[in-house]
């Protein structure tokens, strides 16, 4: 990983610190320098800085580059469970243990070199050689529903989509404890942890994030709950219902530390997607059902 730093200037005072990046770092777009302060990678004096920062000219910032991108990712012949699939989409139920891109440390094994497989050259590129057709993602250790678009029209169609909350995504969970409700809504800010760069939390100035739950079902000890989406940050559900006191069974990074028997990974599951088709324009309602380890915990939990 690089690190640049580059020092502010008394006639830099008041420009943003996104615009002043662009402007300042050889081959960095306004849009690539905004990614990077979202990601808490442009530090001041060890604090992040928000995109919208204005410079006062005093700065010394330090800038974290991600690890460049291969650009070589290779189709491979692993198998997939399509839900749903036309020449415009493909809709995926992701198994467990599944990374979706190409990253530092997973190479390949991927859902993009599964697709690539699978689509050949009909994916969009809109995602990059890394993340082509990718409009939303699913963390490793969670399975499900995930869409991929097959051209570029698509793409945009379903990330506008993703922006204005038409796409619906709702997953279901155990989580530790007796929820006191039987519904309600975390809007909590969720941005990088002030100490841990690998995780997210709850934190002031953070990226707005908004999670609707409801309980399906009072367990032993747990509860069996329904969370949809209205935002889509990086581990949204497990940081809102580990900042409710209720992280999600299973979550060694928000939870207990001590893996679940019988199960890896959170007891997290993409279960329903709902789009406007980007030709049609009908409404696509998708479902799955649960994995069988999901299954298991709940039939255990039932028996206690």
């Known amino acids: ?17 996104d615009a002043w ?5 050889e081959g960095l777009t306004r849009s690539a320098a905004a990614r990077l302060l ?12 928000a995109k919208n920062y204005k410079l006062t000219g005093a700065e010394t910032l330090e800038v974290s580059l991600p690890e460049p991108e291969a650009v070589d990712v290779a189709p491979q012949d692993i198998p997939l469970d399509v839900v749903y699939e036309d020449a415009d989409v493909i809709v995926v139920n992701k198994p467990k243990g599944l ?24 994916l969009s590129g809109i ?33 506008a989509q993703l922006q204005d909350h038409t796409l619906a995504r709702v997953y279901r969970c155990i989580v530790v404890g007796n929820l006191r409700e039987d519904a309600g809504t975390v809007d909590a800010p969720i941005g990088r942890h002030p100490t841990d760069r690998k995780k997210m939390a709850v934190v002031a100035g953070g990226r707005n ?21 209205e935002t889509g940050r990086t581990h949204q559900i497990r940081v809102h219902m580990a900042h409710l ?35 049609t324009g009908e409404l696509v309602e998708l479902s799955c059902g649960l994995p069988e380890e999901f299954e298991a915990q709940l039939r255990k939990l039932e028996n206690h």
Request: glycine share 12%.
């Open 1 to 17: 990983m690089e690190n640049l730093t580059l020092q502010a200037n008394k006639e830099d005072a008041g420009t943003r610190v």
């Open 21 to 25: 990046l662009a402007a300042h770092a």
């Open 38 to 49: 979202e990601e808490g990678r442009v530090t001041w004096a060890g604090k992040a800085l």
């Open 99 to 122: 990374v979706v891109h190409p990253a530092p440390g997973h190479p390949d094994g991927t859902l993009v070199n599964a697709l690539l497989y699978h689509c050949g050259d009909s």
């Open 127 to 159: 995602g990059g050689q890394l993340r082509p057709g990718i409009v939303h993602r699913i963390d490793r250790d969670t399975s499900g529903l995930i869409i991929a678009a097959k051209n570029d029209a698509a793409h945009q169609c379903l990330a």
């Open 209 to 229: 994030a908004v999670t609707h739950w409801r309980v399906l079902e009072r367990l032993r000890g747990c509860t069996y709950v329904e969370c949809r989406l």
């Open 245 to 279: 006191g209720h992280p999600i069974l299973g979550d060694t990074v928000y939870g207990a530390k001590k893996a679940v028997p019988g199960l890896r990974g959170q007891c997290l599951h993409a279960v329903g997607l709902r789009f406007r088709h980007p030709r």
